[in-house]
């Protein structure tokens, strides 16, 4: 199994970070993708990274953080793909029309910036998307020719969203809430989706499954997400995790 999308370096982790490492190893997950969401938590992926093998790193700028990019952070972004072998994406970028703290043709502006640091250094793309799909599918169309290499994490959208990122060649990441009871269109998504075109994530610390909302989340709870969606496509658990597995082989070249 896989972690396609967490971050461990919150301080949620700091007082328990062994443990958690170590519930998730038991847990069978084998690759696992620290996901920066500024320039100091790319940098703290990327140590992470460096320390464990089975863990990678992306390296971007959340759209609810993207006031605050320098002309040198996006320098330095640009090492890091260049020098760090473990760093596999560009990510988190996106749009969040959700809580509205940046304007939205900031986001927009920050994000094509972005698209064009991942297509000179040959990466793949890590999407947030909430509350903006049709925003975000339009400017992916105007920007790149498909098929584009990337992610759409934490998908929260229509089954008809779902087909059009696949359509442009994308991924699309289940994240907890595919097993929250009201989400029945979510579930849809996920059953109508290509197996050989879906990854699972925790989000950790955030979107714990059903079982154990109110907690924080932890990689080791991907299992859950899984099982929902094994279910969904009449699969067994063992087949579907090593699918997971060539998904994210396949996309992040690891």
Not at 131 to 151: C, H, N, S, V
Not at 158 to 176: C, I, N
Not at 179 to 186: A, C, E, G, I, V
Request: aromatic share 10%; hydrophobic share 40%.
């Amino acid at each position: 199994m896989i972690d396609a999308h967490t971050h461990l370096f919150f301080n949620e982790f700091k007082d328990d970070f062994k443990n958690v490492v170590d519930r998730a190893r038991e847990a069978g997950i084998q690759y696992l993708i620290n996901v920066g969401t500024n320039d100091d938590t790319s940098l703290q992926a990327i140590e992470l990274a460096q320390q464990y093998d089975f863990m990678y790193a992306t390296v971007g700028v959340h759209p609810n953080e993207a006031n605050n990019v320098k002309p040198h952070a996006l320098v330095q972004f640009g090492e890091w793909l260049e020098e760090e072998p473990k760093v596999v994406a560009v990510g988190e970028i996106g749009l969040d029309y959700y809580r509205n703290t940046v304007p939205h043709a900031v986001q927009r502006e920050t994000l094509i910036q972005f698209f064009g640091i991942a297509e000179r250094h040959k990466r793949p793309i890590v999407l947030h998307i909430r509350d903006a799909y049709e925003d975000t599918i339009k400017i992916l169309r105007d920007y790149f020719q498909p098929p584009i290499r990337g992610m759409a994490h934490c998908f929260s959208g229509t089954p008809d969203h779902m087909e059009e990122l696949v359509q442009l060649g994308l991924y699309v990441s289940f994240a907890g809430p595919v097993t929250y009871p009201k989400n029945d269109t979510l579930r849809e998504a996920a059953r109508r989706c290509p197996v050989t075109r879906i990854l699972v994530e925790t989000d950790a610390p955030y979107l714990p499954p059903q079982s154990l909302r109110g907690k924080r989340n932890e990689p080791s709870y991907v299992l859950e997400t899984a099982r929902q969606i094994a279910s969904l496509k009449g699969m067994s658990e063992e087949a579907f995790g090593k699918q997971m597995v060539e998904n994210a082989r396949h996309l992040f070249g690891f």
